[in-house]
């Protein structure tokens, strides 16, 4: 199975891209979607599609993990979030890929085992399970492979699916 983790926003799109066989992971890429702050927004909404269209067609994953929105404070930054990953989800949905959808608490009790773990211990064990000499920057990028991770324990669970 192919897993793209993405965690999502507009200036950093994380993403990770997972092949999960029997227990065994290989990194097929990972990195970040960025767009500059001075952009106008519909256009950063344009190039994160464009970019993450390019990934689904070059990996074909069958899965997208991506990390549930929750609302902080600042509603502007909530709402601009909301549009990207809507985006993100679009992208996913026209290149034939499922949505399963996992809360921070869930991806840190899957990586870690215990769902209030740091963010730097997510990250490490990450890095130790797939190998890495180092944790992936920027946090986004490395947030995204816990992601992929994620889904790849808990993958039998069909209550994560949008359908």
């Given at each position: 199975?192919?897993?793209?983790?993405?965690?999502?926003?507009?200036?950093?799109?994380?993403?990770?891209?997972?092949?999960?066989?029997?227990?065994?992971?290989?990194?097929?890429?990972?990195?970040?979607?960025?767009?500059?702050?001075?952009?106008?927004?519909?256009?950063?909404?344009?190039?994160?599609?464009?970019?993450?269209?390019?990934?689904?067609?070059?990996?074909?994953?069958?899965?997208?993990?991506?990390?549930?929105?929750?609302?902080?404070?600042?509603?502007?930054?909530?709402?601009?979030?909301?549009?990207?990953?809507?985006?993100?989800?679009?992208?996913?949905?026209?290149?034939?890929?499922?949505?399963?959808?996992?809360?921070?608490?869930?991806?840190?009790?899957?990586?870690?085992?215990?769902?209030r773990a740091?963010?730097?211990?997510?990250?490490?064990?990450?890095?130790?399970?797939?190998?890495?000499?180092?944790?992936?920057?920027?946090?986004?990028?490395?947030?995204a492979l816990?992601?992929?991770?994620?889904?790849?324990?808990?993958?039998?669970?069909?209550?994560?699916?949008?359908?």
């Open positions: 199975m192919v897993i793209l983790g993405i965690d999502p926003g507009y200036a950093i799109v994380g993403y990770g891209i997972l092949r999960y066989d029997k227990k065994r992971f290989t990194i097929l890429d990972y990195g970040a979607v960025t767009t500059p702050a001075g952009m106008d927004f519909p256009q950063r909404l344009l190039e994160i599609y464009q970019d993450l269209s390019f990934l689904f067609q070059k990996y074909q994953p069958e899965v997208m993990s991506i990390e549930k929105l929750f609302f902080n404070t600042n509603k502007k930054t909530a709402v601009d979030v909301a549009q990207a990953r809507g985006v993100i989800l679009l992208a996913a949905k026209n290149n034939g890929a499922d949505v399963c959808e996992y809360t921070p608490l869930q991806v840190k009790q899957s990586v870690v085992g215990y769902g740091e963010k730097k211990q997510v990250q490490e064990m990450t890095r130790q399970i797939l190998g890495l000499s180092a944790v992936p920057k920027p946090d986004d990028t490395a947030d816990a992601l992929a991770l994620c889904h790849a324990h808990s993958s039998n669970s069909a209550i994560t699916r949008i359908k």
